[in-house]
Every structure is written in C-alpha cells, then in structure tokens.
C-alpha cells in the first residue's frame, strides 16, 4: 500500500477514536455553560483541569514516547511493554499515596477545593494506568481496537454527566422529599463531574487489564534507565508544551482581580473550546504520524515522505482554520447556548492559529524524535512555555484573556520556526516551503477578511472559502487523488 495512504487510513481511524469522542463531548460544552449559569463555575470547572492537565504529563514522565522508540528498536518487545507497565504502576501507586497524605498543602498550592483534590488523584491514577496499553495498541497498529476504547470511555462520561447534571436534580426536585434529594444538591456540579470521569477512566481501565494479565513480568533495569533517559526530555518538553496549553488559564485566575477571575477564565475557556477543531486536527493527525515517522526512519530517503506528510498536513490545515474562522458564529451558538460568554469569540481566530502552528511543530519535530535528540524538544518547549508567561504576566492586568490567546499565539509559532531551523541544521528534510508557505498566507488572509474586514459576515466568508477549496481542487485535486483512490496492491 502507498505509505501515505497507509498513514491517512490510518490517521483517519486515530481521527475517529479523537475526534469523534469530542464530538460527543461537545455536548458538555452546552450543558455546562447552561448548569453555571454566570461563567463563575465554569471557570473553576476550567482552573481544574488545566492543573491536571498539568499533573498528567509527570504522572507519564514521558514513558509513552519513549515506549514508541524502544519498542520498535528492542528485538524483545515483551521486555518493553512489562519494564513499562511495571515503571508506570509503581510511580501511580506512589503518587496516589503522597496526594491523600500532602492534600491541604497541595489545595494550598493551586487554589483548589481540598475536597476536590482527591477525586483529580483518582482521575490522574486511572489516566496513568492506561498508558500503556493504549500505547500498544498505536504501536501494534490497531487503530480500531483504540478507537473503540477511546469512544467508549468519553460515551460513559457523557452519559453520567448527563445523569448528574439534567436528569438527577429534575427528579431531586420532583421528589423533594424522596433520598434522591438527599444526595443531590445544587453546589455539587463539579464533583458530579468528577464522579463522571472518575467512572468512565475506571471501566477504560477494566477493560484494558487483560494487557496487564497477559505480560509475562520481567523488569529489565537497564533498560528502564535508558528508556528514562530517553525519556527525561520529553517530559521536559511535555511540561513545557502542557504549560504554554493550560497555564493562561491558571494565571487569568491569579492575575485577575478577586470576583471577576473566575467568570472571566469561564468565557475564555468556553470560547477556547471551539478552536478544538484544530487540535483535534493536530492530536489525530499526530497520533497517526508518530509511529509511521519511527517505522519508517531506517527506510530508503524517508526524508522525502516526511516532507510530503509535512505539505498535506497544512493544506488540511489551512481548510480547517478558514473553515472555523467563517462558521465562527454559527459554531458558537451551538454549542455555546449562555450569550454571557459570546464577548469571549473574538479570541477563537487567534487561538486556531495557535493550534495550527502547533501541529505544524509537531511534524516538524520528527528530526529530533528519530534521531534520540529529545533534548532539542525540551529546548523548544521551554522557549515557549517562557514566552507563554512573560506574555500573561505582563499583559494580563492590561487586557485580560486576550494577552493569553496572543501569548498562545507567539509560543507556538515560535516554537515552530525553532525547530524548523534546528531541523535545517541536525536532519535535513527538504520540505516543499513555497508551497507551504502559499496555503498558509492563503489561510490566514482569507481568515482575517472574513472575520476582521466583512465582520463575520457568513456569505462573505462562505464565497472565501469556496475560492478556496476550487483553488484547492484544482491545484491538489489529481494528487489526492492518486493517494486516496490507488488501488491496494
């Protein structure tokens, strides 16, 4: 099969297990903007998941990406996946322990709810455990086995928000005198949301356990110290990326001034949201691309397929950012039913740019990742994540939730042209920049027109963006389809 059809095909299955779900996640966005009503809770809601976010990526010390190149370079594999299970276990295990014990100390270092501390342990515990084996399944390329698993775990999660958050306080109400009211009460949203995901993590985990019965355990300590060492900079990286990604957030809601923090952090989380096109764009395209780049680095001039993954990726791009930019209003009163956080829309443009730099870096940063110099991605990402703060820290008290969205902005598009440049110099890819370059400007102008010039104006912007797809056509149309309609062999 064509290796670039090989990698859509699978890269659209990896889209489905990431898109899909948040599809259906989508959902939330609605009912939580109508369950906190004054974008106050939401904020809190918001505040939250950026520091698990946070905590997830020491929870994976990058042992993900490091099982990636060491299961493809170790003859035994076996070896691999139990040093890893056993590594991730007992560091999951340990970290548990330390969060029930240091609970107030750490509601003191990140203005969360003591009560709430506990259910984000559980959620990081359950997230780590499963690791690896949704690791196994991308590397032993089962895109369905893990899009299925993926989609269950967000349906379950929906489904119980759904129960806690509509369907429980309705009965509570019409049986006010029943148990049901009891155990329902109106300052609980958040934990109920918390009990959601802590019940669709712990049913992706059951399921997932035969991959724990099935190894045979050995800890192979020599390689767990090379595999952390390969390893270490990632992490670096992952809390450099994880900061430039949620960090806006916490520091909106330290900056800003008591009793508009929290509301102000809920319109631009809610808003942020809808650039998620983007990111799934980026995260399923990536979650495709990854193992193709290390199964593919010993092959003859790989360089060439990556560049042509590379110009694909941003014509798909530019579409989808042009695309957004014209159905922005639509798109935020669908799913953004409460007009108390519509003032925040004018940041999504900003923050889909953002996103889309970000997944052009990430194909970028194949150089690094197949040469083992991941320490050149922590480099990268701790430039970002400084550029990130400075931005907030300054710009914050000056104009608010708009200095994150240009401080996302700045990090990714430097990070970006960084690792475009090192990748000149330490793995040369010959990467097809006028073309590139072209669908980017392209993009980004029509974007702005349609937003910025024509006001948002849907038949202004819809005249733009079937230019551009007939521009697209004619230009791409016979390539595409020699790669999606070839023939397997």
């Given at each position: 099969?064509?290796?670039?059809?090989?990698?859509f095909?699978?890269?659209?299955?990896?889209?489905?297990?990431t898109?899909?779900?948040?599809?259906?996640?989508?959902?939330?966005?609605?009912?939580?903007?109508?369950?906190?009503?004054?974008?106050?809770?939401?904020?809190?809601?918001?505040?939250?998941?950026?520091?698990?976010?946070?905590?997830?990526?020491?929870?994976?010390?990058?042992?993900?990406?490091?099982?990636?190149?060491?299961?493809?370079?170790?003859?035994?594999?076996?070896?691999?996946?139990?040093?890893?299970?056993?590594?991730?276990?007992?560091?999951?295990?340990?970290?548990?322990?330390?969060?029930?014990?240091?609970?107030?100390?750490?509601?003191?270092?990140?203005?969360?709810?003591?009560?709430?501390?506990?259910?984000?342990?559980?959620?990081?515990?359950?997230?780590a455990?499963?690791?690896?084996?949704f690791?196994?399944?991308?590397?032993?390329?089962?895109?369905?086995?893990?899009?299925?698993?993926?989609?269950?775990?967000?349906?379950?999660?929906l489904?119980?928000?759904?129960?806690?958050?509509?369907?429980?306080?309705?009965?509570?109400?019409?049986?006010?005198?029943?148990?049901?009211?009891?155990?329902?009460?109106?300052?609980?949203?958040?934990?109920?949301?918390?009990?959601?995901?802590?019940?669709?993590?712990?049913?992706?985990?059951?399921?997932l356990?035969?991959?724990?019965?099935?190894?045979?355990?050995?800890?192979?300590?020599?390689?767990?110290?090379?595999?952390?060492?390969?390893?270490?900079?990632?992490?670096?990286?992952?809390?450099?990326?994880?900061?430039?990604?949620?960090?806006?957030?916490?520091?909106?809601?330290a900056?800003?001034?008591?009793?508009i923090?929290?509301?102000?952090?809920?319109?631009?989380?809610?808003?942020?949201?809808?650039?998620?096109?983007?990111?799934?764009?980026?995260?399923?395209?990536?979650?495709?691309?990854?193992?193709?780049?290390?199964?593919?680095?010993?092959?003859?001039?790989?360089?060439?397929?990556?560049?042509?993954?590379?110009?694909?990726?941003?014509?798909?791009?530019?579409?989808?950012?042009?695309g957004?930019?014209?159905?922005?209003?639509?798109?935020?009163?669908?799913?953004?039913?409460?007009?108390?956080?519509?003032?925040?829309?004018?940041?999504?443009?900003?923050?889909?740019?953002?996103?889309?730099?970000?997944?052009?870096?990430?194909?970028l940063?194949?150089?690094?990742?197949?040469?083992?110099?991941?320490?050149?991605?922590?480099?990268?990402?701790?430039?970002?994540?400084?550029?990130?703060?400075?931005?907030?820290?300054?710009?914050?008290?000056?104009?608010?939730?708009?200095?994150?969205?240009l401080?996302?902005?700045?990090?990714?598009?430097?990070?970006?042209l960084?690792?475009y440049?090192?990748?000149?110099?330490?793995?040369?890819?010959?990467?097809?920049?006028?073309k590139?370059?072209?669908?980017?400007?392209?993009?980004?102008s029509?974007?702005?027109?349609?937003?910025?010039v024509?006001n948002?104006?849907?038949?202004?912007?819809?005249?733009?963006?079937?230019?551009?797809?007939?521009?697209?056509?004619?230009?791409?149309?016979?390539?595409?389809?020699?790669?999606?309609?070839?023939?397997?062999?």
């Amino acid at each position: 099969m064509n290796p670039l059809k090989k990698l859509f095909k699978q890269t659209f299955i990896y889209g489905l297990a990431t898109v899909l779900p948040r599809v259906i996640s989508f959902f939330l966005l609605p009912l939580y903007t109508s369950v906190f009503e004054n974008a106050s809770g939401y904020g809190q809601y918001v505040n939250i998941y950026a520091w698990i976010a946070i905590f997830n990526v020491f929870l994976a010390y990058g042992m993900e990406t490091a099982f990636f190149r060491f299961y493809h370079k170790q003859e035994n594999k076996s070896t691999v996946v139990s040093t890893s299970l056993i590594s991730l276990l007992v560091s999951s295990l340990l970290f548990l322990i330390v969060a029930m014990v240091v609970k107030e100390s750490l509601s003191g270092l990140t203005n969360i709810n003591p009560d709430y501390i506990r259910f984000t342990a559980y959620i990081l515990v359950l997230d780590a455990l499963v690791i690896v084996p949704f690791a196994l399944l991308r590397a032993q390329e089962k895109p369905m086995n893990y899009a299925v698993l993926k989609s269950v775990n967000v349906i379950i999660n929906l489904t119980f928000n759904v129960f806690f958050l509509l369907i429980l306080p309705k009965t509570a109400q019409e049986n006010a005198a029943s148990f049901l009211s009891s155990i329902y009460r109106t300052d609980w949203e958040i934990q109920y949301i918390f009990i959601s995901n802590i019940i669709a993590s712990g049913v992706t985990l059951l399921i997932l356990l035969p991959t724990y019965f099935k190894v045979s355990y050995t800890f192979d300590a020599a390689l767990w110290k090379r595999m952390l060492k390969y390893a270490g900079p990632v992490m670096v990286a992952g809390i450099a990326f994880t900061i430039n990604e949620v960090v806006d957030k916490i520091l909106l809601t330290a900056i800003l001034p008591e009793g508009i923090a929290e509301a102000e952090v809920g319109k631009y989380g809610a808003c942020y949201k809808l650039a998620l096109f983007m990111t799934l764009f980026g995260t399923a395209f990536r979650m495709g691309v990854e193992p193709f780049f290390f199964s593919h680095a010993k092959t003859e001039k790989p360089q060439k397929t990556y560049a042509e993954i590379t110009s694909y990726f941003v014509i798909l791009g530019s579409l989808i950012l042009l695309g957004v930019v014209v159905f922005i209003d639509v798109l935020g009163k669908l799913l953004i039913r409460n007009a108390t956080y519509w003032e925040a829309l004018n940041v999504v443009p900003i923050i889909l740019l953002g996103s889309f730099c970000l997944g052009i870096y990430h194909n970028l940063s194949v150089w690094y990742k197949v040469t083992d110099q991941t320490k050149f991605g922590a480099y990268i990402s701790s430039v970002g994540a400084l550029i990130t703060l400075v931005i907030n820290i300054i710009f914050i008290p000056k104009i608010g939730y708009m200095a994150s969205a240009l401080a996302t902005l700045a990090a990714y598009a430097s990070m970006m042209l960084l690792s475009y440049y090192f990748g000149r110099k330490y793995y040369p890819v010959p990467y097809n920049m006028r073309k590139i370059v072209f669908y980017l400007s392209v993009s980004i102008s029509f974007s702005a027109l349609s937003f910025y010039v024509f006001n948002r104006n849907l038949i202004a912007g819809g005249l733009l963006l079937l230019l551009f797809l007939g521009m697209l056509y004619k230009l791409e149309g016979d390539k595409l389809k020699t790669i999606f309609l070839q023939r397997e062999s």
